[in-house]
């Protein structure tokens, strides 16, 4: 058995303390209650809230860190340099940078 990460402890203790909340608040419908607990409707909890905003985070510098990429790749060909060398100093796919090449050739005409 391996080791629980950080996030699933959390995870753990909140749903734990969601499920212990509803069950006393609700002793009557006890198994509705937990029905409705463990199927999700409640299971809005701390840790994944943080795991989710740290998702939104790492997608939007991504997003920047590609655009930026994109317009290093575009300086690059307007400078003369081969799709070769572009894709090689940009780590972009050497098709990414062809497709740029194709357009500002376009754009040119």
């Not at 203790?13 to 209650?33: C, T």
């Amino acid at each position: 058995m391996g080791d629980l990460t950080r996030y699933s402890k959390a995870a753990i203790l909140d749903m734990s303390r969601k499920v212990i909340e509803h069950l006393a608040a609700k002793y009557k419908n006890v198994a509705k209650g937990v029905s409705r607990t463990m199927g999700g409707k409640v299971l809005n909890y701390e840790a994944k809230d943080i795991l989710n905003r740290g998702r939104a985070e790492g997608r939007t510098e991504g997003e920047a860190a590609g655009i930026k990429k994109v317009q290093s790749a575009v300086k690059l060909l307007k400078n003369g340099k081969s799709i070769t060398e572009v894709a090689f100093h940009t780590e972009l796919p050497q098709e990414t940078v062809a497709e740029l090449a194709q357009s500002i050739s376009t754009e040119v005409k």
